[in-house]
Nanobody, 115 residues
């Protein structure tokens, strides 16, 4: 069964940066063949897709993070990244990585941005 292990979250002041990582294991699919995304869930809200990276290299971002977040992947390491800059308090959430469409969820990594 596929497993997603997210890391890199933490507490940061507004305007700061974080880099999230996600290691994928246990999948019968080759990592390079899967479109993937970073999702987040803020307290009291549903889970939203904030950034996606498709197998053809196309990326998409939710409007609220455009120009601040960058999604990337290292196929040799079965790892996906989310570079987050100019963080805002409204970016506070648990961040998850997953396939597109999503499979089983990992534990996520908490990102907290203080004002």
């Amino acid at each position: 069964q596929v497993q997603f292990v997210e890391s890199g979250g933490g507490l940061v002041q507004a305007g700061g940066s974080l880099r999230l990582s996600c290691v994928v294991s246990g999948s019968t699919w080759r990592f390079i063949s899967k479109s993937m995304g970073w999702y987040r869930q803020a307290p009291g809200s549903g889970r939203e897709l904030v950034a996606s990276l498709r197998v053809d290299g196309n990326t998409n971002y939710v409007d609220s993070v455009k120009g601040r977040f960058t999604i990337s992947r290292d196929n040799a390491k079965n790892t996906m990244y989310l570079e987050m800059n100019s963080l805002k308090p409204e970016d506070t959430a648990v961040y998850y990585c997953n396939y597109l469409p999503a499979a089983a969820w990992g534990q996520g990594t908490q990102v907290t941005v203080s004002s």
